[in-house]
């Protein structure tokens, strides 16, 4: 007999993707992926969600794409009424899975949060969030209340060695060559 253990809950958890609404009567849900291949979501397990406060483990029983969708089978969920019950549901896996990336490449999720200045020492705010725009990933900084130029947000190009001359993770501070007024 072999005890099956378990997955452990995420210790740094990260969103790759989300649960869509039941496809058929059988159980099956769309899968709606946050990674650049869309596909490679299934390369990152077990997957977790969270019901009620609680990590939940997801086990696929099997996915396919099907026309522009991807959709899964999750192991237990035999009908529409109880797929519809993950409907929404975000699909998280431990951070430490993600591949180790070279210098001067950055995940999303470790620039959130990140204080933005100038090389003159001009605070122009904190990351919030950040958007894909095909050229370039761009920042989102909500500025500081008593900003001086009135901004509530800005706009930055992620481009490094143009805009963005350094990068600090471990003090949260990405310095930037950028116009505070802009």
């Known amino acids: 007999m072999s005890k099956q253990h378990k997955p452990l809950a995420p ?56 026309n522009q969708d991807l959709i899964v089978k999750v192991k237990g969920i035999d009908d529409r009424d109880e797929a519809n019950l993950l409907t929404n549901c975000e699909i998280v896996v431990d951070s430490n899975q993600l591949p180790q990336l070279e210098e001067d490449d950055y995940y999303w999720k ?25 050229s370039n990933d761009v920042m989102v900084v909500r500025a500081n209340l008593k900003d001086a130029f009135g901004m509530k947000e800005r706009l930055i190009p992620f481009l490094h060695g143009q805009v963005i001359k350094k990068v600090d993770l471990a003090a949260k501070v990405i310095e930037a060559d950028w116009d505070p007024g802009f």
């Open 110 to 134: 470790d620039l959130m949060g990140c204080q933005v200045v100038t090389a003159s020492g001009y605070d122009l705010g904190k990351v919030i969030d950040m958007m894909e725009t095909g």
């Open 11 to 66: 210790e740094q958890p990260i969103v790759l993707g989300k649960l869509g609404s039941s496809y058929g009567i059988r159980g099956w849900l769309r899968v709606f992926s946050s990674t650049e291949n869309a596909e490679s979501i299934f390369d990152y397990q077990p997957w977790f969600i969270q019901k009620a406060g609680q990590w939940q483990h997801v086990e696929l029983e099997s996915w396919r794409r099907h």
